[in-house]
Structures are given as C-alpha cells and as structure tokens.
C-alpha cells in the first residue's frame, strides 16, 4: 500500500511548513530513515525522514512551497511505475507550479495584522483577458474589511487559481498573469486541488472545540448604567441608587451648599430641602406694553444698510434699545429667530456698535418675534429686562419685562415710552 | 459546656476521625512522640501507633508527595505541615499533583487529603516562620482551603476536612493554641461553605478570617461603645466561600472592612472586596476597604513585627472614617 | 534472549508480544496523527522502549499500580488500557480516558491500575511510594511500580521518597527508563556516578538490566515483585532501554546531541520486537505467518479505534468547570 508523505507539524501550532530542498527525486528509491526533504518553520529548519520503503512517487510540492500541516506532499509507493500515475486532480492548486503557465503571480495578500487567509468575493477579469498593473483584478474580504487588489502585473491572465467565494491562505499565489496572451487559460478552484485526498483533513486542520467564554459577571453585565443627571459630582453607589430609585436630583445638595461626597444619609437632607421654586423667580414682575400704528423699522434698515453701510439688523435693533435705557453704554442681547446676537453699544453713533462675548451678561434682552405669528407675550421676568417685538395688524406691539428690582416704575415707563418712540421713526430720534 | 483550647480541639477531631475510620493517618515531621512542636498531637500516638501517626524525615515534598499517592489509593492522610511558611516547598505536590488529578482525570481519581498547617505572625518568629499563605492556595482550582477561628471552628473544620473527598488545606493561626472555647463534648460537624455571623449590626460589616475574627470583635466592642452598629463575619473557608452571606450583610449596612492576615496585595481581602464590589455595589455607601498585612517580609524586632497586623485599635479607626463619610484614599 | 524455561508458558509469552506490538503500532497511529495535523498538543513516543513497560507490567496483576511518565503510552497500553478510550483521550475526545480533560500526558486508567501520566519530570515519584504506602498501612499485598526516566533522577523528590520507602519497607519498585537521554541532553552529562548506585546508598537493592529483552525484564520484575509483596522492598531496577523518536514527536533533526549510526544500530540490532520475534520463531512458539497475522490485526484495531477516535464528539463545553471538585457539579455555577 502506498504510504503519504505529509507535511509534518514540528511544532506546537504551527500551521505551514516551507520545503527548503528534495533529497530524492520522483522514481527514486528511498528507505525508511531516509533523509526526504528539509522543512523551515518559524523555529527551525529540520529534515525530514522517509517513514517507510519504497518508491518516492507523486510529487506534489517542491521546494519553495509553503505547505499546510497534514497535507500530502508525494507517495512512498511499492515500485518506481507509480511515478508516471501521478494524476493531476481536476482544479490543481497553487501548490502545482510546475503545471502553472509561466509568468507573474498574484498572490493573495496579507492586508491586516494575524490575518491567515482572505476570501475572494469577486474576479473583476477573467482568463485570458488582458490587464494593466493597475487594474483591479479580485476583490478580497478580510476580517476587517474588503478590498479592491490590482494586478500588480500588466499582461494576460493566464491562471485564476481559486474562485469566488473561496478562501486562500495569504502568500499563496492564487492568479498568473502571463506576458504573452494564453493560448489555454486556466481557471480552476482550490478545493478541487491538490490537498490531502481523504476529505476529513479539509476543514480547519487542528480544530479544537470552541471554548465557553467565561462570562462577565451578572451584575456588571444586567444592572443598567446609572444616568449621570448630577455631572461629575461625588456619591456613593448607594447614595445614588436611592436618589434614582426616588426620583430626587443630588444636584439639588450642591445647589445648597451641602459638602460632598455625598453617602446614603445625604438623600435623607435632600429629600428635607424645600421643594423647588419656580426657577428664580422674583416675588414682583412688571410687565407694560406698548401699540404703534405703523413699524418705522424696517425702512430705517434699508436706509442704514444702503446710506451708513450698517448691515446687520440686529445691531441696530440693539442700538436703539440702549439708547432708551438711558446709559453711557450698555450691552444687548437680541434674539431674532434662528439667531441670538450679543451688542456693545457704546455712547455715540451707531456704527460704533460692537458684537459682544456671548458670555456676557446683557442689560437688556430684546426679542424680535415680529416675523412669529404671536401676538401678545407673558413670559416673566428673565436676569435683565426684556423687549418682545410682536407685529400688531400694520403697527408694532412693544411688551417689556421685568423685575422690580431691575427698573423702578418710573424707570420702566421711561424705557419703553423711548424704545416705542425711537422703533416708531428711527431718524428722528436717531437726529 | 467545658472549655478547651484549640490545641485540644485539633488533638480531639483527629482521634476521633481515626477511631471513625482506620484508613485515616497522620504523617509529617515530629508528629508521633513529639506531638508536633506546638504539642497539639499529644498523645495520638500512644493510641494509634506509628502506623498510624508516622514520622517522616525531614523532606515536606516527599511527605507530601507520598501523602498524595496514598490518597489516590483509599487512604485519608492529615498531613502536618509543621509551619504554614513551608507550602512553597510542597508547591508541585500541592498544587500540581493533588489539585489537579480529579480534574485531569476526567473524575476518576479522588485525592481526599489534608494538609494541617498554620499561620500567624507576632511570635517573633521572623520572615520565614511567621507567613500567612493561604491566598497561595486559595488561588489553586480544586484545593479547599478552611481558616478556623477558635477552638469550636478548628475540631468541626477539622473532622468535616477529613471527611471531605477533595484535597484540603487547613490553616490553624498558631498563636491561638491555647486559647480557650466552648466546645460540646458531643460530636458536630462545621459544613464548608456557611460563614458564621458572629454579631449583628446595622451600620458597618467587619468580615474577618481566623484570628482576625478575634480583631473584628475588639473592634466591634469599640465601635459600639460609640454608637457604631458593627456585624462580626467569619467566613470560616475561603474556598468554598459563603458570598451569599457577606453579601447579604453588605447590602444590609453598605460599608464593609474586610479583615485578614495575609499580605494585602493580591490577596483574601482584595478577593473578598473585589465579589462584593461587583455583587453589591449599588448597595455600597462607601468603598469596601482592605485590610491585610503589610507587603512586607515580616520582621523580627517586636516593635516592628507588631505595626504590620491589623489591630482592634486600627479595624475600628477606618471604620470611623467610612462611617463619617470622609473621603478614603481620595486623589 | 534470556534462556527460557522450558516450562514458560506459550500463551504468556504470545502475549507480550502482542503487547509490544500494540504499543509500536499504536505509537506508529499517534506519531501520523500528530503530524498530519489531527491531534492538538504535543507527544512523546515511547517506540523502543517496549520491553520496559511490557516485561514488568506482564508481571504485575491488575490490583497491582504504577505511576506513568510524560513518555507513556507504552505504560497504559501494557497495563492493559484499550486503543479507542487511548485514541479518544489523546484528540481530547469525551469518550477518551479522562473524559478529553488529561491528553496524552495525563492518561489515567485507575481500572487497571494506572495512576496516571505524569507531566512533571520525576512528578509521580511520591504518588507510587504514597500508593505503596497505602497497600502497608491497609494490609493489601498490591506492588506499586513507579517507572521514570534517567533525567527524573535528577529531582530530589526521588531521594526524599526512596528514604522514606527504604525506612518503611514499603512495596514499591522504581523503575528507572534509562533511554540515554535526558531530554536533549546525554544521560552522562547530566548524572554523575551510578544510577543503581544512588538506590543502594539508601540500602535499597537495585538491578540493572537490558531493557530491550523483554523476558529478562519479565523475571527480574517477577522475583521482585514476589519479594515486595513479602514485605522486602523497596526495589530498583534500571532499564537499559531506546527511545527511537526524538524528545518528542517535532524533535527530529538531533544530530547535535544523537548521532544517526546509534539509532540505526539499535533499531538493526537491538529493536526488542524483532529479537523476541526472532525468538518465539526460533523456539517453535509461533511461526513467522503466525506473528505477520498477529500484527496485521493488530494494526486493523488500531486503525479502528483512531477512525472511531477521530469522529468521537468533543466533550460538551459545559464540562469546563466540571470535576473541579468531588462535591461541587458545576465549580463555577
């Protein structure tokens, strides 16, 4: 009975092996203990002994090849015929180069890190057509991702060595792209090839069973993630659980000044804390409105944009506003819709307004809901006194807000009774 | 119910286990006639002869080695291993011979062995008489490892180790043989597995083996003299460990120490803080604290030996601090 | 050949040598298997070294135990272990041995009386004197054989157990597998003085002996076994023995410590298959045809139980955390 000779594993996990050199020759007679061939792995370079008598037939690697561990690389048959039997299966493999038309290989490539084989998800040329280097010749799927290969070789391709869908362990060639146009194309697949006869050695070789992962612990895997509603403030995890559990905000104990960290005891102040104000109210609000038949405005911002080269709306808006306070200078926030502006406005002409740190606190809010569909604002009071522009049939509704503290009464009627004069003919109050 | 020091105890549960069962033996150094150095087997011999209670060389691997293949073949060998700091010479025996064989063996082969030792520092013994290294073995699949904290725990430990049909590693703490306990002239078994809630209390959990039970107590005493509500654990054994009633205490007061006397890194304490961290952290008020023995050889002189155990005095000053929600170890 | 009794009987020595072929063909099916890629983990083969384990197992009965060695297969098959329980364990099948969990390091077969492979050098050496401690203290007539190689002599486990036995009379026979190598090195580079010699300090008879004539080791072991169950060991015996392969089965270009004249001479000359072979024809026990037959079936069996090996299910991996501990199911539940 013919005996295989394999590629031997040498090591632990070592998947290929690399044929240095023959020391016998197809027909040649060997003896057990023979020397057959030299092998390199990642350790060494060793020889390998012939493990029976007989006959070295059926040659199937040479040197140079990179083998896979287990497979059959020639026969020790019982007489010397048996090398002219050896059979070429139907679909030869990359390890056949001796039947491989000559010319450039394409190997499949290595593309990312522990990367063993790829598979190729499409051919983009088929044999016998001609390629340029930088063609796409196959299209590779990795673990990580999938990519175009080009040629690499301008010519024909005489050989596609393994088909779609297939997988080919990276280094192994797996196209030839010949000069001369082929007068006999190969297009063949790996399984088909030269690999060990007996199908069992066709999967993954050295398969072992898939380990149990060892599982993260319940609680780490189940317990939902706390929601950090309190930013980066110190509590313990039972102090948080509580809060969660009932509804109560820890931020509440920064807000009032209570030490942190904060612990299971701390829930029990907060839960002792006076319940929550409407957001910084002030007891006293005013709120005074005032109608104008006709919105003198928008004239006025054609004129400036066009005579005073003073584009921006807003700025203007603001100018007229802190006008009406009544101050040296004064800083305007205006809210338009879409667009929130902060102003400096200077004592002086208008064009010596500037735009402001966004951060700065305003003197006054002005916002301009004349392009809304609202009529009448109620909004309360905000840090400073706001002016709402609202339209009013042709005319201009003007509400201003406030608290008491911000403007006496008498302060507030001056206000507004100037912002409306001003919105009403901007040049007048502008000369 | 008389009183009898752990040393009785030891002495009671063993000849009670080979009166019980004639393949039980007792082999190590000084066993026989001496009794041990700490004069816990007195008297063994005299009833059971030295079949029975066997001298060895001096030779902890051979010993032990032997006590493994008599194991294997229906014996149940106790053997004593004169100080606890020895295991490192046992080590392949130990751990790569009795842990393993079950396992490797598919189930087939049995190892019902115990290996009695000890640990314990402050009796001037210096660095290589005086370790505690049970986390060594604890570490070990297949070994059980039991720490008794008085007289009571050490003969129900005891008699249920030799009972039991896994390699087990008993530590006795060897400053407190002589310490007395109530203990039952009747016969009881301790199970493994079943920590022991010494004293209950409401505001912080003191977790302690062997005579850090003792530590956790004083400190207990201290703490409710101030109005702290402390409960005394003891685990009993470390493998097995009894999770479901350390965490079940932890939830309860939210604060744990974990109190032992093996060096605290990578240690019993980080083991047992590390379970309750991942098992009852959204019950935690406050960090789950570590408290061992310093990283450090153990030293000779007194005044230096003594810094490097946790005290009564110290167990109860960090539970001040979890309890008044001061940051721990804060950055 | 040792001069046989004309009384021997046939069937005995029919039998070992069907265990020496047993264990060379098995050896021959591990050795293919774990170069064509189908066996994980790594192997040690114990082909040449057939008479060793043969010749003393053939003299032990079945309550009788031994301690194996990284090295041994030979050791189980010869204590009467069976290939498909073998074949399974060594591809970490469910049905091997050890339930797929010990691999060909760790075969134990406490059925017949083998305690186990051990993968520490000289690792064992306590459990067969502790084995044997057990058949004194229990009033058993059982002998422990602990088999070893010539580089566990280096361990000083050895010395501490051997004392003990030496001190207790304890029935044990240490059999020390003297192959010429330790690992990679030279027996005489890594021992100094007498192996036989380092027993007898202890006052502990001691023999050396041709390992590769599996009868001489045979009645060597016999007497000795004889006169432990009397109460007159402990015994030691070296084995003056070759392994073929290298250290193990990658280990095959060793020129820089074993030159490849030596191994064909004693495969040529020495091999203890062929020479009992020789032997049995020469003394009309069996016929050359008879013993071709004997192998032959042989060799089916083995192929058998390596086709049924290689197709036996994994164990399911719920089985990781189990026999952690006698009394716990799931160790990790």
Redesign the interface.
Known sequence: MPHEV?M?????AQETGLIVAWYKSPGDAVKS?DVLFEVETDK??????AQADGFLTQMRAHAGDEV???DVIAMIGEDAEAVHTEETPAGTAASEAADLPEGHPVIMPALGMAQDTGLIVAWHKAPGDAVDAGDILFEVETDKSTMEVEAGAGGFVAALLAEAGEDAPVGETIAVISAEKPSNPLQVSRSGGAR?PEP??APA??S?????RAEA?A??RK?PA?VRSDGGL?A??????LALEQGLDLTRLVEAGHPQ?Y????VEVLKSLPAKAPADAPAATRRLVAELPADGFPGFAAWAAEHAGLGDGNALLAGLAAASLGRDSATVTVESIGRTSVHSVPAGPLGGISDADPDTMPDLYLRDLRMSRLSTVNLGAEAAPVLTLTRSGDGLSITLECASHHLTAAQAVSLLSEFAGRMEQPLRHLL | MRNITLSQAVNEALAEEMRRDETVFIIGEDVAEAGTPFKVLSGLVEEFGTDRVVDTPIAEPGFMGLAVGAAMTGTRPVVDLMFGDFIYLIMDQLCNQAAKTHYMSGGKLNVPLVVRTNLGATRRSAAQHSQSLHALVAHIPGLKVALPSSAYEAKGLMKTAIRDDNPVVIFEDKLMYNDKAPVPEEEYLIPFGQANVLREGSDITLIGTSSMVQVCQQAAELLASEGVSAEVIDPRTIVPLDEETLLKSAKKTSRVIVVDEGHQSFGITGEIASRINEKAFYHLDAPVLRMGAMDVPVPFSPALEDITVPTPEGVAASARKLMSGEMIHAA | MSPAKKTSNTEDYLRMYRQMVRIRTFEDNANQLYLSAKMPGLTHMYSGEEAVAVGICEALEVTDKITSTHRGHGHCVAKGAAFKEMFCELLGKEEGYCRGKGGSMHIADQSNGNLGANAIVGGSMGIATGSAFTAKLLGRDDVTVCFFGDGATAQGLMYEVMNMAALWKLPVIYACENNGYSEYTATDEIAAGSIPARAEAFGIEAHSVNGQDVLAVNQLTQDLVARARKGEGPFFMELMTYRYHGHHVGDINREYYRRKDEERDWKDNKDPITLFGAYLTKEGIATKENLAEMQAAIEADAAAAVEYALAAKYPDTSEVDMHVFTDVKHALA
Do not use: F
């Open positions: 394999i031997p594993a040498l090591g632990m203990g060494a370079t060793m020889e390998v002994e896979p561990v287990g060990a069992a050695a070789p050295r072992e069973p898939e380990p149990a612990p609680a780490a317990a706390p110190l313990s995890p039972k102090a948080r659980r960290p612990h299971a005891a701390d």
